[in-house]
T-cell receptor, first 114, second 112 residues
Framework: KAGVTQTPRYLIKTRGQQVTLSCSPI?????VSWYQQTPGQGLQFLFE???????NKGNFPGRFSGRQFSNSRSEMNVSTLELGDSALYLC?????????????FGPGTRLTVT | GNSVTQMEGPVTLSEEAFLTINCTYT??????LFWYVQYPGEGLQLLLK?????DKGSNKGFEATYRKETTSFHLEKGSVQVSDSAVYFC???????????FGSGTKLNVKP
């Protein structure tokens, strides 16, 4: 099976712009989670989507949003970019086995805001 | 609430040395426990997991045992290689909830 894919791999944006990142989960996985990774804050959970519905949400401002399509592909959007949004954005698709979950990560999108 | 604490890095070892990276957790209920590894410029890869107390997860020479009495899940490897140099993350997930809690990561440097 193909792994989790994320596009684009690298992005450079200017403050105030908006950006959309894409994630395609492993075939058959219906849940997609998004994380922000920075050297200072580590891995921070943004949100999780399951069957096109947001099921869990982290503690990020409303500028961060996401959605999931019927084929389980997910996008996240960041509006009005700030310098502090520079980070590696990781997507993870999930498999549930008897009530226990496993997350499989994509390679990430490196966003630089200038 | 749930949380994961792992030892500060970086950890620097010589090739063939024994590795231990400590991880302790706080959780309600019966979480699943994981170790992930991140190589430079890549995402996280699932290294091993354990879903109940006393389970031992193992993969590629790495091992970790789910110890409920000490709320620990320490990562060990008998003989590290230069190629093991990476950042290692300990994580837990609630049973029946797809919500993961990650430690801060421990960077491992292995010298030839």
């Amino acid at each position: 099976k193909a792994g989790v894919t994320q596009t684009p791999r690298y992005l450079i944006k200017t403050r105030g712009q908006q950006v959309t990142l894409s994630c395609s989960p492993i075939s058959g996985h219906r849940s997609v989670s998004w994380y922000q990774q920075t050297p200072g804050q580590g891995l921070q959970f943004l949100f999780e989507y399951f069957s096109e519905t947001q099921r869990n949400k982290g503690n990020f401002p409303g500028r961060f949003s996401g959605r999931q399509f019927s084929n389980s592909r997910s996008e996240m959007n960041v509006s009005t970019l700030e310098l502090g949004d520079s980070a590696l954005y990781l997507c993870a698709s999930s498999l549930e086995l008897a009530g226990a979950y496993e997350q499989y990560f994509g390679p990430g999108t490196r966003l630089t805001v200038t | 609430g749930n949380s994961v604490t792992q030892m500060e890095g970086p950890v620097t070892l010589s090739e063939e040395a024994f590795l231990t990276i400590n991880c302790t957790y706080t959780a309600t209920g019966y979480p699943s426990l994981f170790w992930y590894v991140q190589y430079p410029g890549e995402g996280l890869q699932l290294l091993l997991k354990a879903t109940k107390a006393d389970d031992k997860g193992s993969n590629k020479g790495f091992e970790a045992t789910y110890r409920k009495e000490t709320t620990s899940f320490h990562l060990e490897k008998g003989s590290v290689q230069v190629s093991d140099s990476a950042v290692y993350f300990c994580a837990l997930s609630d049973r029946n909830f797809n919500k993961f809690y990650f430690g801060s990561g421990t960077k491992l440097n292995v010298k030839p």
